[in-house]
């Protein structure tokens, strides 16, 4: 009698751990499986977009480029106001810092940096400025929002022809030196402002655009 209890206890138990599984418990793991399956999808994608976002936000245009964007352009209007081409661009990248910055980008324009502005339109934006003394400090001033390119090499000249630039122009100097000196103390207040000029004109050759 205890043998047979025993079979008996051991057939339920098979016949329990073999038992078919309901069909709603079946559906139910169905839609959690698929449900998973098209997070993990998504979730994917979500990521590679957001990492290809960044990877667009952080591409900067190069010195050679921007100088190749602004090159001929400068050089004409330099021309045509008897200034420096090398000058007029090393002061864009300088200002504009290869053209990333917010105020020279659309819908400003805005490689030099000047303040106040052109034809009603400007953007006031947080600015360094030097003491006179190589110290630096944030201002918000209000800058001058130009339609293009041109409008803004073209104002950059228009402002140059006041007598605080004479010594700018190329009638009254003999180099680039000369001009990007007078600059210091008169267009910026960094005391090194021509030094920082000088060294762009050098590295990438821009006296060719003076031709």
Do not use: C
């Amino acid at each position: 009698m205890v043998a047979k209890r025993r079979k008996i206890i051991h057939r339920k138990s098979y016949r329990y751990r073999n038992k078919s599984v309901p069909q709603w418990m079946l559906v139910t793991m169905l839609i959690i499986a698929a449900m998973g399956i098209l997070f993990g999808f998504f979730r994917q994608g979500g990521a590679e977009t957001t990492q290809l976002t960044a990877a667009e936000n952080t591409e900067t245009m190069t010195t050679p480029e921007f100088i190749s964007s602004i090159a001929e352009t400068a050089r004409q209007v330099a021309k045509a106001n008897d200034l420096y081409a090398s000058v007029m661009i090393a002061q864009a990248i300088l200002e504009s810092s290869n053209g990333q910055s917010a105020l020279s980008q659309a819908p400003y324009y805005n490689y030099f940096g000047i303040k106040g502005d052109y034809n009603g339109q400007s953007v006031t934006l947080p600015t360094l400025e030097d003491d006179g003394t190589g110290t630096t400090y944030t201002i918000d001033a209000q800058f001058r929002a130009y339609g293009s390119q041109l409008e803004s090499l073209q104002d950059y000249a228009n402002l140059l022809q006041g007598e605080l630039y004479l010594g700018v122009r190329r009638s009254n100097t003999t180099s680039y030196q000369e001009a990007t000196a007078a600059l210091t103390g008169t267009y910026a207040t960094d005391t090194s402002y021509n030094v920082k000029l000088n060294h762009l004109i050098e590295e990438y050759g821009l006296t060719i655009y003076d031709n």
